[in-house]
């Protein structure tokens, strides 16, 4: 597994454990920094896991409207937390971060969603990150 992957799921773990506390994404992200700076071996993986939720941060808002907008059918509130991590991390790539291809960060999303979440839900997060891309 690259660290950009593993940078991914651990950037699902933190947006999952806030969604799920109710937890400030915020709070959680410092928790996992200080966690972090203990683990020197997997910091090529942190800091792009970092970027991730920082970047999710910064632009919850811009993220949140595609995902309503693009899932057909769909709230926020009515998704798994897992699928609107995944989401969130899928739009983010998409979006915001030039470096990573669209279909890159889709394929990335599609696997860390039928890893961690339904047997549907590759196929959801597939289809809303599709239209996203699309659209952009």
């Known amino acids: 597994m690259s660290a950009r992957s593993k940078a991914r799921k651990r950037a ?7 969604d799920v506390r109710g937890d400030e994404l915020a709070t959680v992200l410092a928790a996992e920094a200080k966690r972090a700076a203990s683990e020197p071996a997997r910091e090529t993986s942190w800091l792009y896991a970092r970027e991730i939720v920082d970047g999710v941060i910064d632009n919850r808002d811009a993220i949140d409207e595609q995902i ?8 926020l509130e009515r998704m798994p ?6 989401l969130r991390i899928g739009v983010w790539e998409i979006l915001f971060n030039d470096e990573v291809p669209a279909a ?6 599609v696997e860390l ?5 339904t047997d549907d839900s590759g ?3 597939h289809g809303v990150l599709g239209r996203i891309s699309r659209s952009a």
């Open 113 to 117: 969603a039928k890893e961690y979440s």
């Open 104 to 109: 890159v960060a889709i394929d990335e999303a």
């Open 123 to 125: 196929a959801f997060v």
């Open 12 to 18: 699902l773990d933190i947006l999952f454990q806030s």
């Open 68 to 75: 309503t907008t693009f899932a057909k059918d769909w709230t």
């Open 81 to 86: 937390a897992v699928d609107r991590a995944v």
